[in-house]
Each structure stands twice: as structure tokens, then as C-alpha cells.
DNA sequence: TTATTAAGTTATAAATATATAACATTAGGA
DNA sequence: TCCTAATGTTATATATTTATAACTTAATAA
């Protein structure tokens, strides 16, 4: 069972962004974002996408799957 | 709705691979690389990165989500 | 202390991805 | 042409994500 990692928490707070400002940006729920913040489950390719355009970065720079 | 365009049958034919030969290197199953290839579903985003491992290209050189 | 805001957490329902199996179609080589 | 391998396609079952709602906890300010 390989976990995700990510540094979605850390882009928020290096631009002032509530998880609930993010998931109406993304249009998810704020538990939605916390749920992945916390490495609950393995999202879809389009909301992972969506949030790493948020945050202008690619997708490997937020997400990352260990073991 | 946003569309799904992908490389994936590109690059799988690039480097002579079947289906059937990818889906053993991320495990899944044949049909479900087809139905990505056809743009069906959405794809997890571990399958979207593994894939783009095997191709050794970033996500975004292989997915793309229009509208 | 009380009130408020952000985030954690849990349970359940709904939606969607993926597995499975079966059959159809296409393309290429003998 | 006939065979065969590769891919397309469909139906159904199973697994997992995401929504929803409710409650909890932590932090901060009045």
C-alpha cells in the first residue's frame, strides 16, 4: 500500500489560503482537502491537476508516492 | 464536463508496447488502459503517475484535461 | 470566560473508477 | 483467404473517492 505524500498544506500557507478557500477554488469540499492533506486516499488525476495549477507548480512537485 | 486527452497509445507505440504489456507494469487491467486511451474516465492519480513513470515524461506531458 | 474561525474527524450516502468476463472488430502475416 | 494477436466495447460487480452533515478540537480575540 504505497502512501501519498504531499505539500499541499505548505503551498497554502505560503499564500495565506483557508483549505475552504482552496475548495472553492477547485470546487471540492473543504474536508475533501483536508482528508488529502492528511494522506487519507488517492484522488483523481483532474483534482490533483486542478490544485497544482492553483499553486502553479507541476504535479510532482505536490504529490509524491512512497513504498 | 472537462474531456480527458491523453498520449499514452503515442507512447506506447513509440516503444512497441501492447496494452496488455503496460497494464502488467502498473497493474491494472488491459481494458481499463483502453478505456483511458479513449478518453473514458478520469484516472486515479497514482495510475496517472505511474504510467507517466514507465514513459519517464511528467503527467502533464501525457494528461491533459480540455474544458 | 465566551465567541469565533479554521481544521480534524467520523459515519453514511452517492458517485465514479476499476475489475472481471465475454464477445466483437480490426489489422497483419501466413 | 484464414488465423491470430491486439484492441474495442459492453454489462455487471466491486472498490474507492468524494459529498454531506454533524460533532470535536485548537487557537485566538473580545
Redesign the pocket.
Known sequence: MPKLITKI?EY?AKTN?????L?QLI????????????G?????L??AMDIAKVFMVPVEELFQFID
Open positions: 498544506k497554502r489560503m483557508k483549505q475552504e478557500e475548495a470546487g471540492v469540499r473543504r474536508e475533501t482537502i483536508g482528508h488529502l492533506e492528511n487519507k486516499y488517492n484522488p483523481s483532474k483534482m
